[in-house]
């Protein structure tokens, strides 16, 4: 069965530090990869989404970066954090379009 | 583009009612529905799912209602137990990859 890992659970940065967020997906190959951002109390917001290596499309601009250097692996990014980047960060996987998306149990980013 | 809303932000059901959570989106290309349960401090989890060439699908104690004429749907729980307790989203799409999510609805089930 698939499975999809990210790591840290939480993590407290000061402002202007850099991030690295990574996600990893076992059990499947060539799956479409996502990270979103949930503000507390919200829906998720799309950030980036790869169709494939090296593939990432933006969906807003913003202070983060996304890479995808293997198959099975997304990370996401940022060389200086700001205070509004603060939020929970969730990664997802699915198999192409109009098929369920399958998200991990995310990141709890704090920025003091 | 999509907006998919939820119409009440939270809902309290005593155990063992049925609930009923509605979600109304805009965009009439959409073709595909998703639900999900989001618990505190985790990812959302995949409930069910509903292709816009039906209108009904059931599950384990879940069924969703698509009605695309007003551009609606809405997830049925039944006989609600405390574990059902949690945020649930819907989530709507198009022939494209992505999905975009409502706000959410707090699910109180009372013991």
């Known amino acids: 069965s698939q499975t999809i890992h990210q790591w840290p659970a939480t993590l407290v940065q000061p402002v202007g530090s850099p991030l690295s967020l990574e996600c990893t997906v076992e059990?499947?190959?060539?799956?479409?990869l996502y990270w979103y951002r949930q503000a507390a109390g919200r829906g998720l917001q799309l950030l980036f989404y790869s169709v494939g290596i090296g593939q990432i499309s933006s969906e807003v601009p913003q202070n983060l970066s996304a890479s995808r250097p293997q198959d099975r692996q997304f990370i996401l990014s940022s060389k200086k954090l700001l205070l509004s980047d603060s939020g929970f960060y969730l990664c997802?996987?699915?198999?192409?379009?109009?098929?369920?998306?399958?998200f991990g149990d995310g990141t709890r980013l704090s920025i003091l | 583009g999509e907006n998919v809303g939820l119409h009440l932000p939270t809902l309290s059901v005593q155990e063992g009612d049925n609930s009923i959570i509605n979600c109304a989106y805009s965009n009439s290309a959409s073709d595909y529905f998703i639900w999900y349960k989001q618990e505190s401090g985790k990812g959302p989890q995949f409930i069910i799912d509903i292709r816009s060439n039906m209108d009904k699908r059931q599950g384990q104690r879940v069924t969703v209602l698509l009605n695309k004429t007003v551009k609606h749907l809405s997830l049925q729980i039944a006989a609600t137990q405390p574990g059902d307790s949690a945020v649930y989203f819907c989530?709507?799409?198009?022939?494209?990859?992505?999905?975009?999510f409502g706000k959410g609805t707090l699910l109180t089930v009372n013991p």
């Open positions: 997802a996987w699915s198999h192409g379009g109009n098929q369920p998306q399958h």
């Open positions: 989530a709507g799409g198009g022939s494209n990859y992505k999905l975009t």
């Open positions: 059990g499947t190959s060539n799956p479409n």
